[in-house]
C-alpha cells in the first residue's frame, strides 16, 4: 500500500523560499501511472491544488502559483518537491503531497499534510 | 476563490438522507469528470466518488454521485455520525491550456 510523507520545515519568513518534499514508499514514482501533486488548506478554509509533476519531469502549475512555483523529482530517492518562492501569510497552510492517477482513481493516496506556517 | 459553488453546511439526524450541491460551468463540471472528497476532522481528504458516480474500493454504497449539465451532487443515504465532515468536490478547469484543477468551496455536513 503506498505511503507518502511530507517533510520541510514548518515555519518561513515573509519574502523567503518554502521548501517541502514528499516521499513516496510502497510505490515507485516511475511507474508511470501517475501525477505526483501538491495541494494545500489554509487554516479554516478550503481546498487549493497547487500543481503535479510527472517522473520524467513534466510540470503542470496552477496558473494562481505558476510565476513563484518549481517542482523536481528525484528518483533516485522516490521523492518529489516542492519550492515556492516570495511567501507571504497568504501561503500559510497545511500542505498536502498525493497521488493522481491520471486514468483511474484521482487523488486516491494523501500525505497526512505539514502545516508551514509564513511568519517573521 | 474556487469556481465551484458548495453550500456552507448541511445537517440531518442519523439515518436520514443529506445531498450537496456543486454548481460550475461549462470550463469544468460541464466538460469533465467530477470527484467527491470527504475531510474527516484533521485528517486529510480521501476519495469517495470519481468519474462523476464511481465509488473506489471500500467506500460504502450509501454515497453516490451524479452530473447534470454542469451540476453535481453527492448524496448520503443512512447517515451515521461518522460522517460528519466536509465534502468536497474537484474536476479539472478547462478554462486556460493547462486547467487547473479546482475544488468546490465545501460543504459541513453535521448529524444532529
Known amino acids: 500500500q503506498v505511503q507518502l510523507q511530507e517533510s520541510g520545515p514548518g515555519l518561513v519568513k515573509p519574502s523567503q523560499t518554502l521548501s517541502l518534499t514528499c516521499t513516496v514508499s510502497g510505490d515507485s514514482i516511475t511507474s508511470g501511472d501517475y501525477y505526483w501533486s501538491w495541494i494545500r488548506q489554509p487554516p479554516g478554509k478550503g481546498l487549493e491544488w497547487i500543481g503535479y509533476i510527472f517522473f520524467i519531469g513534466s510540470t503542470t502549475y496552477n496558473p494562481s502559483l505558476k510565476s513563484r512555483l518549481t517542482m523536481s523529482v528525484d528518483t533516485s530517492k522516490n521523492q518529489f518537491s516542492l519550492k515556492l518562492t516570495s511567501v507571504t501569510a497568504a501561503d500559510t497552510a497545511v500542505y498536502y503531497c498525493?497521488?493522481?492517477?491520471?486514468?483511474?482513481?484521482?487523488?486516491?493516496?494523501w500525505g497526512q499534510g505539514t502545516l508551514v506556517t509564513v511568519s517573521s | 476563490q474556487s469556481v465551484l459553488t458548495q453550500p456552507p453546511s448541511v445537517s440531518a439526524a442519523p439515518g436520514q438522507t443529506v445531498t450537496i450541491s456543486c454548481s460550475g460551468s461549462?470550463?469544468?463540471?460541464?466538460?469533465?469528470?467530477i470527484s467527491w472528497f470527504q475531510q474527516l476532522p484533521g485528517t486529510a481528504p480521501k476519495v469517495l466518488i470519481y468519474d462523476n458516480n464511481k465509488r473506489p474500493s471500500g467506500i460504502p454504497d450509501r454515497f453516490s454521485g451524479s452530473k447534470s449539465g454542469t451540476s453535481a451532487t453527492l448524496g448520503i443515504t443512512g447517515l451515521q455520525t461518522g460522517d460528519e465532515a466536509d465534502y468536497y468536490c474537484g474536476t479539472w478547469d478547462s478554462s486556460l491550456s493547462d486547467g487547473p484543477y479546482v475544488f468546490g468551496t465545501g460543504t459541513k455536513v453535521t448529524v444532529l
Open positions: 461549462s470550463s469544468n463540471i460541464g466538460n469533465n469528470y
Open positions: 498525493a497521488r493522481d492517477s491520471y486514468l483511474g482513481i484521482p487523488f486516491d493516496s
